[in-house]
């Protein structure tokens, strides 16, 4: 399979010192931004999908009724901070 090439970037010579000062030991500019690219790239997919998952979670939350509203969560765990904190007195107390 045949490489291919990205189109060519200008950069002023600020940025292009900054990044050879950050090169490897026998890292080339050229590798330097093709590993660049290849993570952006990665990590773009993967803000993508948990977009996308968001999306889905929450039409799915919409068509089954919604969840619970901020109160009914905040008493809940209100509820287990409370429990937690008895917990802890009586293990004091022993």
């Known amino acids: 399979m045949r490489s291919a090439t990205f189109p060519p970037i200008r950069v002023e010579p600020e940025v292009r010192a900054e990044v050879e000062a950050v090169l490897r030991e026998g890292e080339s500019l050229t590798q330097f931004i093709e590993e660049a ?9 993967v803000q993508a999908e948990f977009v996308n998952r968001g999306e889905a979670a929450i039409g799915r939350w919409k068509r089954e009724g919604g969840g619970s509203t901020v109160d009914e969560v905040m008493a809940g765990l209100q509820g287990r901070l409370d429990e937690a904190k008895r917990r802890a007195a009586q293990r004091r107390a022993r």
Do not use: E, I
Request: charged share 20%; proline share 0%; no cysteine.
């Open 37 to 45: 690219v290849v993570a952006t790239a990665a990590w773009r997919r």
